[in-house]
């Protein structure tokens, strides 16, 4: 699949962005610093960034200096292999184990607004970068586990993700046109939920829509959905902040 993707050349690569499919108006509020909601969340996260906190009392820039710098790219290849876990672990809960051992803090919710700032500050720095999630070989089991999921039909409509994200995308459900899932902008702010909101929280979206229990935010199944869209993604451009419908 991954060897497909990068052989394949600029003119027969189909793969879209949602961006690509959305209303002028959206696309100019996400290109927009001013006009993004997003960058609310952002300026928040520059400024936990340089705040002391926990037992340690050491900010994230008493470490990692100047985030233009140290976080560039870092965003745009996670979910990444972490050997100590034996497994992969996406950028909320790494930005986690920081807050957890570097500042002896105690972590942060999913989806808590402290979180969501940190991860689209860190995620910012990537933005126009492209994604490169999933070189490491060590990940090609995850990212067939999260492939297996893709595919698979669950809950009571019984439908996969790719029903809709593969075999029928670009044609509409109800009001909604229906994208390819490629996770280029998350966090992403969505006007449905006029919030800022995880990766993790779309793919649950999806999940009830399908009338299919939602996996818990990083859970196994969660961290492999995740790194299977973003290999999948691999060479489009980082968005985030982006804004979606
Ligand atoms: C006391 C020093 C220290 C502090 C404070 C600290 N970090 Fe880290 N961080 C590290 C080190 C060292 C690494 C990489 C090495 C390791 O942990 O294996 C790292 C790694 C990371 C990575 C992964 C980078 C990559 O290339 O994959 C991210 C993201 C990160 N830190 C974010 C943060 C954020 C956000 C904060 C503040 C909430 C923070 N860190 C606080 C020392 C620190
Ligand atoms: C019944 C069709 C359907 C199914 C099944 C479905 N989705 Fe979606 N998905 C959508 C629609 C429609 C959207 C666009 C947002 C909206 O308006 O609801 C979307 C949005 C997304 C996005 C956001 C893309 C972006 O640009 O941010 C991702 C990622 C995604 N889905 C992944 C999944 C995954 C993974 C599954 C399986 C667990 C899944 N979807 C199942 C219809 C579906």
């Known amino acids: 699949m991954l060897v497909l993707l990068d052989s394949l050349s600029a003119t027969t690569d189909t793969r879209r962005s949602t961006y690509d499919d959305m209303s002028r108006d959206i696309r100019a509020m996400q290109d927009d610093d001013m006009a993004n909601p997003a960058s609310l969340w952002v300026n928040d996260g520059a400024a936990l960034w340089s705040q002391p906190a926990g037992a340690a ?14 976080m560039k ?34 972590a942060f919710a999913p989806e808590s607004r402290d979180l969501l700032a940190l991860t689209a500050f860190v995620g910012r720095q990537s933005r126009g970068l492209p994604i490169t999630t999933g070189d490491d070989p060590r990940l090609a089991p995850f990212v067939e586990a999260g492939r297996m999921i893709f595919e698979r039909r669950q ?26 899932a490629h996770p280029t902008g998350y966090p992403i702010y969505r006007l449905e939920w006029q919030s800022l909101g995880s990766l993790a929280r779309r793919l649950r979206n999806c999940m009830a829509g399908m009338r299919a229990a939602p996996y818990a935010t990083g859970s196994d199944e969660i961290v492999a959905l995740e790194l299977f ?11 985030t902040p982006a804004v979606r419908p």
């Open 155 to 180: 809950g009571q409509l019984n439908l996969s993700c790719a029903i809709c994200h593969d075999h029928n995308a670009g044609k509409r459900l109800a009001s909604a046109l229906i994208p390819q």
């Open 229 to 239: 869209l973003m290999a999948r993604a691999r060479g489009m451009a980082t968005e």
């Open 73 to 106: 790219g870092v965003a745009a290849r996670y979910p990444v292999f972490d050997a100590a876990r034996g497994k992969p672990v996406g950028l909320e809960a790494r930005i986690n184990h920081c807050r957890k051992t570097r500042q002896q803090a105690p």
């Open 57 to 70: 009392q050491m900010s994230c820039a008493d470490c990692h200096g100047d985030a233009a710098t140290s």
